[in-house]
T-cell receptor, first 114, second 112 residues
Framework: AQKITQTQPGMFVQEKEAVTLDCTYD???????LFWYKQPSSGEMIFLIY??????QNATEGRYSLNFQKARKSANLVISASQLGDSAMYFC???????????FGKGNQVVVIP | DAGVIQSPRHEVTEMGQEVTLRCKPI?????LFWYRQTMMRGLELLIY????????DSGMPEDRFSAKMPNASFSTLKIQPSEPRDSAVYFC??????????FGQGTRLTVV
């Protein structure tokens, strides 16, 4: 069974600094996708970035980048130049392509302070 | 497209009553997911469908929960009878194949 682990406690980040959110996963499926979602206090789930297991390069989307280390089964999210609007819960998710199951980690709370 | 549409947005019901949550996925999407979010348990996958067929319902907490997808444009999650511990935000999400999932706004359920 797939498992996604996010163990960091809540984080305070200074505005304009970078922050790294850890995510490790476990799967026996050789083909899978990794996702990060943001959930602000308003509650909606916002897609941020995607990494496929066969992608050769780390994914980037604007200020978001994914540090994908396949051998270590980690997919850390890096947010550069933090903004106050980045304060939210961040969820790592994995989808096994064999069965299409999409499961989430427990999330990381980030608070950006001015 | 209007995105994934869930109804109602808020539901308050008394313990023992039947609750039905509804979801309209994005047109053309062939996968649909139901999640429950609580402070204690985070975002739990309850059940998901591929091409209207339930694939994995191992996350459904107990027999009081049931889900259906009679066609590609509609799904329901039913709780009968409801209990206070069912209080949570319930999300529906849809996707095309293994592409990213789009989430609805969620239904906040309170059972008193």
């Amino acid at each position: 069974a797939q498992k996604i682990t996010q163990t960091q406690p809540g984080m305070f980040v200074q505005e304009k600094e970078a922050v790294t959110l850890d995510c490790t996963y476990d799967t026996s499926d050789p083909s899978y996708g990794l996702f990060w979602y943001k959930q602000p206090s308003s509650g909606e789930m916002i897609f941020l970035i995607y990494q496929g297991s066969y992608d050769q390069q780390n994914a980037t989307e604007g200020r978001y980048s994914l540090n994908f280390q396949k051998a270590r089964k980690s997919a850390n999210l890096v947010i550069s130049a933090s903004q106050l609007g980045d304060s939210a819960m961040y969820f790592c998710a994995m989808r096994e392509n064999g069965n299409n199951r999409l499961a989430f980690g427990k999330g990381n709370q980030v608070v950006v302070i001015p | 497209d209007a995105g994934v549409i869930q109804s109602p947005r808020h539901e308050v019901t008394e313990m023992g009553q039947e609750v039905t949550l509804r979801c309209k996925p994005i047109s053309g999407h062939n996968s649909l997911f139901w999640y429950r979010q609580t402070m204690m348990r985070g975002l739990e996958l309850l059940i998901y469908f591929n091409n209207n067929v339930p694939i994995d319902d191992s996350g459904m907490p107990e027999d009081r929960f049931s889900a259906k997808m009679p066609n590609a444009s509609f799904s329901t999650l039913k709780i009968q009878p409801s209990e206070p511990r069912d209080s949570a935000v319930y999300f529906c999400a849809s996707s095309f194949g293994t592409a990213r999932a789009f989430f609805g706004q969620g239904t906040r359920l309170t059972v008193v």
